[in-house]
């Protein structure tokens, strides 16, 4: 359903993993897409998802006001994606990021005039939850909910697809690692998402006034123990490593260590409060609303996932079999 108005959606992280895949979804719908970056000059590659014209990478950096002012002028839809995983020790990044940052976009969103937001949030989002991540994520959908009464609120759990951050990172891990960690017993559960259908997911609420005020989970069609991850990493990279039990207090006291490297720009395996977040399951809650509703039909793992974790094959692409 195409929005009324200027047909122009102002998204803010369009560069990202989840954000080149919505900007994609929304140009197909024929909408111009004006896409928040905090250096246009690399984000030509954007141009090419559209028709000639139809994408456009322009200055905004959610933690600049006037920035984000100027990127949202004229929009009809206001998209935010903007996300971190990990912060610096004492940055408070993800206050500054997922919190004032969220606020600041849907502030100037209704300033501006626009008839929608959509907020990228996640499974886990919990005002109360020891992860610092998890708080500051429930905290932005209230700041976004106050500014802009009707906002939409998108939560996937874990994203998957070329590029992600998850399969690509324990994937790597296997092939330089002895042994993998098993962390907490490996029996937390996720509910591993297709990055294809997030994009939609957030293209159809965007696009369709119906889902205004609504809060979406987005997850796919298998729920899957963090042991079941690593064993379908090891099956298709064919890399079978020992999976090492480690409790969660001594993987927290290990992610505490590992967070250092944050202080010399290396971005960390797994962060003390990532380790936080593995102790509750990544699932959409019974009863949300969630793809189904929305008229999309959920993409397994397992059509995607040994597309591109065959890079980590010895032999890789050449390789018919992963060997171990």
Same mark, same amino acid.
């Given at each position: 359903?195409?929005?009324?108005? +200027?047909?122009?959606?102002?998204?803010?992280?369009? +560069?990202?993993?989840?954000?080149?895949?919505?900007?994609?979804?929304? &140009?197909?719908?024929?909408?111009?897409?004006?896409?928040?970056?905090?250096?246009?000059?690399?984000?030509?590659?954007?141009?090419?998802? *559209?028709?000639?014209?139809?994408?456009?990478?322009?200055?905004?950096?959610?933690?600049?006001?006037?920035?984000?002012?100027?990127?949202?002028?004229?929009?009809?839809?206001?998209?935010?994606?903007?996300?971190?995983?990990?912060?610096?020790?004492?940055?408070?990044?993800?206050?500054?990021?997922?919190?004032?940052? @969220?606020?600041?976009? %849907?502030?100037?969103?209704?300033?501006?005039?626009?008839?929608?937001?959509?907020?990228?949030?996640?499974?886990?989002?919990?005002?109360?939850?020891? +992860?610092?991540?998890?708080?500051?994520? %429930?905290?932005?959908?209230?700041?976004?909910?106050?500014?802009?009464?009707?906002?939409?609120?998108?939560?996937?759990?874990?994203?998957?697809?070329?590029?992600?951050?998850?399969?690509?990172?324990? &994937? @790597?891990?296997?092939?330089? @690692?002895?042994?993998?960690?098993?962390? *907490?017993? *490996?029996?937390?559960?996720?509910?591993?998402?297709?990055?294809?259908?997030?994009? /939609?997911?957030? %293209?159809?609420?965007?696009?369709?006034?119906?889902?205004?005020?609504?809060?979406? /989970?987005?997850?796919?069609?298998?729920?899957?123990?963090? /042991? /079941?991850?690593?064993?379908?990493?090891?099956?298709?990279?064919?890399?079978?490593?020992?999976?090492?039990?480690?409790?969660?207090?001594?993987?927290?006291?290990?992610? +505490?260590?590992?967070?250092?490297?944050?202080?010399?720009?290396?971005?960390?395996?797994?962060?003390?409060?990532?380790?936080?977040?593995?102790?509750?399951?990544?699932?959409? &809650?019974?009863?949300?609303?969630?793809?189904?509703?929305?008229?999309?039909?959920?993409? *397994?793992? &397992?059509?995607?996932?040994?597309?591109?974790?065959?890079?980590?094959?010895?032999?890789?692409?050449?390789?018919?079999?992963?060997?171990?």
């Amino acid at each position: 359903m195409m929005p009324s108005g +200027s047909g122009l959606v102002t998204v803010f992280g369009g +560069s990202g993993f989840v954000g080149t895949q919505v900007v994609r979804a929304l &140009a197909r719908r024929g909408l111009r897409v004006r896409v928040a970056v905090r250096n246009p000059n690399l984000a030509h590659d954007l141009k090419p998802l *559209g028709d000639v014209g139809q994408v456009m990478p322009v200055y905004g950096d959610i933690t600049d006001a006037g920035t984000v002012r100027n990127a949202v002028a004229g929009a009809d839809t206001v998209i935010n994606l903007v996300g971190i995983l990990y912060e610096r020790p004492g940055s408070k990044a993800f206050e500054r990021i997922h919190v004032e940052g @969220a606020r600041t976009v %849907a502030e100037a969103a209704k300033a501006a005039g626009a008839r929608r937001m959509v907020q990228m949030s996640a499974i886990g989002a919990d005002p109360n939850s020891e +992860s610092a991540y998890a708080r500051s994520k %429930a905290q932005g959908e209230t700041a976004v909910a106050e500014a802009f009464p009707g906002a939409v609120i998108v939560r996937p759990s874990i994203v998957f697809g070329p590029g992600d951050g998850f399969f690509n990172r324990f &994937a @790597a891990m296997s092939g330089i @690692a002895p042994a993998l960690p098993l962390i *907490g017993g *490996g029996q937390t559960r996720f509910q591993p998402v297709f990055v294809g259908d997030v994009a /939609e997911a957030v %293209a159809r609420v965007a696009t369709d006034p119906a889902w205004a005020g609504q809060t979406v /989970e987005l997850g796919g069609p298998t729920v899957v123990t963090f /042991e /079941e991850v690593l064993k379908m990493i090891a099956r298709e990279t064919g890399r079978h490593r020992l999976l090492l039990p480690l409790p969660f207090p001594v993987a927290r006291a290990i992610g +505490s260590v590992a967070q250092l490297t944050t202080l010399v720009g290396i971005p960390p395996v797994l962060t003390r409060d990532q380790i936080l977040l593995m102790q509750t399951d990544n699932v959409v &809650a019974e009863g949300a609303t969630g793809l189904g509703d929305l008229g999309i039909e959920p993409t *397994g793992m &397992a059509a995607v996932v040994p597309n591109y974790l065959w890079r980590y094959r010895r032999g890789g692409q050449f390789a018919e079999q992963p060997v171990g």
